[in-house]
């Protein structure tokens, strides 16, 4: 077996783990509801360990909805700062790298949304981080702080809309939701072009 295969095989294994976890945590959380699962019962339904849980997922909500974050590397952030590309397209490019969303994230976002505002807090906590650095980063390649507020104001928007687009493929891939957030934030432009002055 060749290193190309290796690392696909890993990546399988990888995706099946992180499949079985949220797999599981969805089942319990529908015949149980949100607030009664735990993360030892979602480790031992899918016969893993607390640690290798806390891998694929920060916390219990990210497991039921599906959404992995994961941190920026420094490799990613120099490559941020260094790039020639429009600001809004390289920071689409960097917040889709970063998320992994399950094929039925939507779905579940709608089906729970209404029973659990501590799920939706620990999501955002997530998020909130994540977009923090970005906006360091964004402030760091532009040198203007109203840009970058700017840059990450459009960026937020874009995500919440693409939170809400029904989707029937079956897992959203990074360039998939590259395109999405970019063509959001066209949409997000036309709009806001039509505004009387």
């Known amino acids: 077996m060749n290193d190309m295969e290796t690392l696909g095989l890993r990546e399988r294994k990888k995706q099946l783990t992180r499949d079985t976890i949220h797999d599981v945590s969805v089942k319990l959380a529908r ?9 030892e019962e979602i480790c031992t339904g899918a016969n893993i360990s607390a640690r290798t849980f806390f891998n694929y997922y920060p916390s ?16 990613q952030r120099e490559q941020f ?11 689409c490019a960097l917040v889709a790298s970063c998320i992994i969303l399950s094929n039925d994230t939507i779905m579940l976002h ?8 501590v799920a939706f807090t620990e999501l955002g906590s997530h998020f909130k981080e994540l977009f923090k650095s970005l906006h360091i980063l964004a402030e760091q390649r532009t040198a203007d702080p109203h840009k970058a507020r700017l840059a990450i104001s459009l960026l937020i928007a874009a995500l919440k809309v693409v939170a809400h687009i029904d989707s029937n493929e079956e897992v959203r891939s ?19 072009n039509t505004v009387d002055a």
């Open 174 to 192: 990074t360039q998939t939701l590259q395109h999405s957030l970019i063509s959001s934030i066209r949409e997000l432009g036309a709009m806001a």
């Open 81 to 91: 700062l260094h790039s020639k590309g429009d600001l809004l397209s390289d920071l």
């Open 31 to 39: 015949e149980r509801g949100f607030a009664e699962v735990t993360v």
């Open 110 to 117: 709608e089906q729970f949304s209404h029973c659990d505002t």
């Open 60 to 75: 219990k909500a990210d497991a039921i909805f599906g959404i992995s974050l994961h941190p920026l590397t420094q490799v």
